[in-house]
């Protein structure tokens, strides 16, 4: 894991990246400035148990394409589920928060997830451990309003002009982050590349 310093606000995006792209790096820059974070961790899964029928690049080659999209030195590219073994979200959470006391994390995820969001394993117990921030996506804007996750927790958003304050926040408690948005997608890559190789 990243090395971090007590009471910094960290923010924990994970996904398969598989392509990584500029929305992805969109994504991380919007949750530093609005979230004022000292670091974001971007976590390269081993793999997507949601994901599973989809073919995924060797995880050596997504963290290297990562590295290469993310530039801003804050934005720390790692994949220790990988190394701790670890398959679902709840788990890594309490893995990164048992090894990391002192520190408030945030839990970050593009608002195209919300709308299957409660199919994650024990996505209940996601949203009770971390605050959670949605960046807004193409197409997925009204998302936070009919997802089961956004009606389920409605009573715990809070506006995002308080944003700032999300990781210093007792969970449950999540906010909605519009902002621009990149309609650039890891699925739309890679059929482009499968077309170019056929």
Same mark, same amino acid.
């Given at each position: 894991?990243?090395?971090?310093?007590?009471?910094?606000?960290?923010?924990?995006?994970?996904?398969?990246?598989?392509?990584?792209?500029?929305?992805?790096?969109?994504?991380?820059?919007?949750?530093?400035?609005?979230?004022?974070?000292?670091?974001i961790w971007w976590m390269v899964t081993p793999g997507n148990p949601l994901k599973s029928g989809r073919p995924l690049a060797p995880l050596a080659e997504r963290i290297a394409l990562s590295?290469?999209?993310?530039?801003?030195?804050?934005?720390?590219?790692?994949?220790?589920?990988?190394?701790?073994r670890v398959r679902y979200t709840a788990d890594t959470l309490a893995?990164?928060?048992?090894?990391?006391?002192?520190?408030?994390?945030? /839990?970050?995820?593009?608002?195209?997830?919300?709308?299957?969001?409660?199919? /994650?394993?024990?996505w209940r117990e996601i949203a009770l451990t971390m605050p959670i921030a949605v960046i807004d996506r193409p197409g997925s804007t009204l998302a936070?309003?009919?997802s089961v996750f956004?009606?389920?927790?409605?009573?715990?958003?809070?506006?995002?002009?308080?944003a700032a304050r999300l990781a210093r926040m007792?969970?449950?408690? /999540?906010?909605f982050i519009h902002g621009p948005r990149s309609s650039l997608s890891s699925t739309a890559l890679r059929d482009a590349a499968a077309r170019l190789a056929s």
């Open positions: 894991m990243p090395h971090v310093e007590r009471r910094m606000q960290v923010g924990l995006f994970g996904g398969s990246f598989n392509p990584p792209h500029a929305g992805h790096a969109l994504v991380a820059e919007i949750a530093l400035r609005s979230l004022a974070l000292d670091q590295e290469d999209v993310a530039q801003d030195p804050r934005i720390k590219v790692t994949a220790f589920e990988a190394a701790y893995l990164v928060r048992a090894r990391n006391p002192g520190i408030d994390f945030v /839990w970050i995820m593009g608002a195209d997830n919300l709308a299957e969001f409660h199919r /994650w394993q024990r936070f309003l009919s956004a009606k389920t927790f409605d009573r715990a958003r809070i506006d995002e002009h308080g007792r969970p449950p408690v /999540w906010t």
